[in-house]
């Protein structure tokens, strides 16, 4: 197989160099944000750096373990951030190649990642259905984003007047808005938008009060610690913040395809809206 990168004249087609170099498919790749360098990451586990007006071969970045599946440049063009199939988030310096910090966490193949728009903060998306929030400096995770019911295939960062939101499209088949929020250090990320409005989300939750489950549904939240006994009125306890909400109503049903307790599932709970 020919691996390669081909650059191309923008208003006329006319071809111009081709990068030869890496030894497998050539997945991502990226122009540096002055334009000058190009970034590419391959199956052959490496990410390279390219002269972008003359094809000239730079640095190769070794490290990953398998494929690399998304490349980035910090705003600044001063960092390169890459995915992989090897579960991690790799940094590196755009103009050395020097190896940066290792961004562990993640469980299955990293498919994407992205910079905010200040370039302080990484957000990556993998195969495990969760979106996690670094600090691009430290390599330290400020935030996981849950929820999702299949793998994060997209998002962008948007910087407002409002504040800072981040947009995800998702293989279960929804398309999210999250605002970021930064507070003295600590992080949130909350729900504001969803396309898909049948379902109600919460993690790390606990909810009091429910009306109209089932005696199932019942047993099982009790056993997971998340449901008090059911009296009225419906309300949530104070102490605890619900993370994300696609729909509200007066009575809540757990929407559950078992009907039996699956001791070893993730403490979270999927309510839909409806009579019971």
């Not at 923008?10 to 997945?27: K, M, N, R």
Request: aromatic share 6%; hydrophobic share 35%.
């Amino acid at each position: 197989m020919r691996a390669t990168v081909r650059l191309w004249d923008t208003q006329t087609g006319a071809p111009g160099p081709v990068l030869s170099g890496h030894t497998d498919a050539v997945i991502s790749v990226v122009f540096s944000p002055n334009g000058e360098q190009l970034a590419s990451g391959s199956k052959d586990k490496t990410v390279r750096l390219w002269n972008a007006q003359t094809g000239e071969a730079g640095a190769i970045l070794s490290g990953h373990t398998d494929s690399v599946t998304s490349v980035a440049y910090s705003p600044n063009g001063q960092q390169i951030c890459s995915a992989s199939r090897d579960d991690t988030v790799r940094l590196w310096d755009a103009q050395t190649g020097a190896p940066g910090a290792i961004l562990s966490g993640h469980t299955s193949d990293v498919t994407s990642v992205l910079y905010s728009p200040n370039g302080q903060q990484i957000v990556s998306s993998s195969d495990d259905q969760t979106v996690r929030l670094w600090d691009a400096q430290t390599g330290q995770c400020l935030a996981v984003i849950r929820g999702f019911l299949g793998a994060v295939s997209s998002f962008v960062w948007k910087t407002t007047s409002d504040g800072d939101y981040l947009v995800t499209g998702s293989q279960d088949k929804s398309v999210r808005v999250w605002q970021v929020i930064a507070n003295e250090g600590n992080w949130r990320v909350v729900l504001r938008w969803s396309s898909s409005q049948e379902a109600l989300t919460a993690t790390g939750t606990y909810i009091q009060d429910v009306q109209g489950l089932s005696l199932v549904n019942q047993q099982l939240l009790e056993q997971r610690g998340a449901v008090g006994k059911p009296i009225p009125p419906l309300s949530f306890e104070t102490n605890k913040q619900l993370v994300g909400v696609t729909a509200a109503a007066a009575k809540f049903k757990i929407l559950s395809k078992r009907r039996t307790l699956d001791t070893s599932s993730a403490t979270q709970s999927s309510l839909s809206t409806g009579e019971s």
